[in-house]
């Protein structure tokens, strides 16, 4: 068994936040040696937390700990001549190095792609950036909120409302947009290190936040190339979709004693089951809800009755019955919930990892697996230049 698929690659992490190390650490969960490369003070999500007893401390970041699992850690002033000389002297022996500080960051240091190359012929440079190096939004400084909106994400967010003017389009939790781009930058960043194993060439990769949140709206982009209509988020004007609270022809999420439950009876056949699993109630002949457009039309009304029957019942117990007839038909999860989920805990998706200083924690694993590779996730996040001696001398 081999450590990962990207043995003897060696990749210096110089992000900070979460898009550059989240790429990073992608590469160090294959198999890569990873050395994070942090300015004397750490990088600054070293202070966001959270933090266990919300009691801020540099190590134990939770964030931080997240997106930098699996790596080594050193501090250099990339101010100075010395840190920069350094950073040199570790390209010499990287294959790859990424970045995600503003356009720009790199060469006025005087360590941009042409200086790295000068370092090591085929060295790959990652640098991630909000809107790429060139087009009219380049030089536009922009974060995770900004591209989540900017990209027509958030217009979708959460659900059809009664006026979208009132109820403004807001974005999802965490940091999709960045862990997005960090995706888009280890995919392209495996790319290159293909091509450096196949033809010995290195490459500068530029990856554009923005143009990677954009695919992300595939749905709409399709709709609107054959002729249909941009999402909208009027509730008059929303036919087929149902999510927090209100129900249409096709399905919709109902209160449950211990959460929630989603439904999709969207054909009549599948209407019929879903009757039959609630015994059938009095009101499953009303002609206001024997039709799939009878339903759409009384969905608000609908909603309420199917609610008075879920209220009382367990998510989990609804859905397994929905599923074993053959209805669409899940539990609304909660990320306790995910903590306990069977399947993920035969699968040993979350991977207990001993900190020096936070203790152990349980970090979400990978979604894939493979055979004749052992994926090395046990190493914690660093201290702040821990690894300064093994790795600058």
């Given at each position: 068994m081999t450590d990962g698929l990207l043995s003897g690659i060696r990749v210096l992490d110089l992000g900070e936040g979460v898009s550059g190390p989240y790429a990073a650490r992608t590469l160090?969960?294959?198999?890569?040696?990873?050395?994070?490369?942090?300015?004397?003070?750490?990088?600054?999500?070293?202070?966001?937390?959270?933090?266990?007893?919300?009691?801020p401390h540099a190590e134990k970041s939770a964030l931080f700990m997240a997106?930098?699992?699996?790596?080594?850690?050193?501090?250099?002033?990339?101010?100075?001549?010395?840190?920069?000389?350094?950073?040199?002297?570790?390209?010499?022996?990287a294959h790859v190095i990424i970045d995600n500080h503003r356009l720009g960051w790199l060469d006025e240091r005087g360590i941009g792609y042409e200086r790295l190359a000068a370092?090591?012929?085929?060295?790959?440079?990652?640098?991630?950036?909000?809107?790429?190096?060139?087009?009219?939004?380049?030089?536009y400084a922009a974060g995770d909120l900004s591209l989540f909106h900017f990209s027509a994400n958030a217009h979708g967010m959460i659900g059809p409302v009664p006026d979208p003017n009132s109820d403004p389009p807001i974005r999802a939790g965490g940091n999709q947009a960045e862990q997005v781009a960090g995706m888009a930058a280890a995919?392209?960043?495996?790319?290159?290190?293909?091509?450096?194993?196949?033809?010995?060439?290195?490459c500068h990769i530029v990856v554009s936040s923005f143009e990677a949140m954009a695919t992300q709206a595939i749905?709409?982009?399709?709709?609107?190339?054959?002729?249909?209509?941009?999402?909208?988020?009027?509730?008059?004007?929303?036919?087929?979709?149902s999510i927090g609270g209100q129900m249409s022809a096709i399905g919709g999420v109902l209160p449950c004693r211990d959460g929630y439950v989603a439904i999709s009876p969207r054909e009549d056949a599948q209407w019929a089951r879903w009757l039959?699993?609630?015994?059938?109630?009095?009101?499953?002949?009303?002609?206001?809800?024997?039709?799939?457009?009878?339903?759409?039309?009384?969905s608000n009304q609908l909603w309420e009755?199917?609610?008075?029957?879920?209220?009382?019942?367990?998510k989990y117990e609804i859905a397994r019955e929905g599923q074993r007839r053959r209805i669409p038909c899940f539990p609304v999860n909660t990320v306790s919930?995910?903590?306990?989920?069977?399947?993920?805990?035969?699968?040993?998706?979350?991977?207990?990892?001993?900190?020096?200083?936070?203790?152990?924690?349980?970090?979400?694993?990978?979604?894939?697996?493979?055979?004749?590779?052992?994926?090395?996730?046990?190493?914690?996040?660093?201290?702040?230049?821990?690894?300064?001696?093994?790795?600058?001398?």
């Amino acid at each position: 068994m081999t450590d990962g698929l990207l043995s003897g690659i060696r990749v210096l992490d110089l992000g900070e936040g979460v898009s550059g190390p989240y790429a990073a650490r992608t590469l160090a969960w294959l198999g890569a040696d990873v050395v994070k490369v942090e300015p004397p003070n750490g990088d600054y999500t070293r202070s966001l937390g959270p933090f266990p007893n919300d009691a801020p401390h540099a190590e134990k970041s939770a964030l931080f700990m997240a997106m930098n699992a699996g790596k080594r850690g050193v501090t250099l002033d990339l101010g100075t001549p010395d840190g920069r000389q350094r950073l040199l002297d570790l390209a010499s022996g990287a294959h790859v190095i990424i970045d995600n500080h503003r356009l720009g960051w790199l060469d006025e240091r005087g360590i941009g792609y042409e200086r790295l190359a000068a370092a090591r012929e085929d060295i790959v440079l990652t640098q991630i950036t909000p809107f790429g190096d060139w087009g009219p939004y380049c030089a536009y400084a922009a974060g995770d909120l900004s591209l989540f909106h900017f990209s027509a994400n958030a217009h979708g967010m959460i659900g059809p409302v009664p006026d979208p003017n009132s109820d403004p389009p807001i974005r999802a939790g965490g940091n999709q947009a960045e862990q997005v781009a960090g995706m888009a930058a280890a995919t392209s960043t495996l790319a290159a290190l293909f091509r450096l194993r196949t033809a010995g060439r290195g490459c500068h990769i530029v990856v554009s936040s923005f143009e990677a949140m954009a695919t992300q709206a595939i749905a709409g982009l399709a709709n609107i190339a054959f002729g249909g209509d941009p999402p909208t988020r009027r509730a008059a004007d929303v036919r087929e979709a149902s999510i927090g609270g209100q129900m249409s022809a096709i399905g919709g999420v109902l209160p449950c004693r211990d959460g929630y439950v989603a439904i999709s009876p969207r054909e009549d056949a599948q209407w019929a089951r879903w009757l039959d699993l609630m015994e059938n109630p009095d009101w499953g002949d009303d002609p206001k809800y024997s039709t799939r457009a009878a339903r759409q039309r009384n969905s608000n009304q609908l909603w309420e009755l199917l609610s008075s029957w879920t209220r009382p019942r367990s998510k989990y117990e609804i859905a397994r019955e929905g599923q074993r007839r053959r209805i669409p038909c899940f539990p609304v999860n909660t990320v306790s919930d995910l903590l306990s989920d069977p399947h993920l805990e035969e699968r040993k998706f979350f991977v207990a990892i001993e900190h020096p200083l936070a203790g152990e924690i349980r970090h979400p694993g990978v979604a894939y697996r493979l055979s004749g590779a052992a994926l090395p996730l046990h190493r914690p996040a660093p201290t702040l230049g821990q690894h300064n001696r093994d790795v600058l001398t």
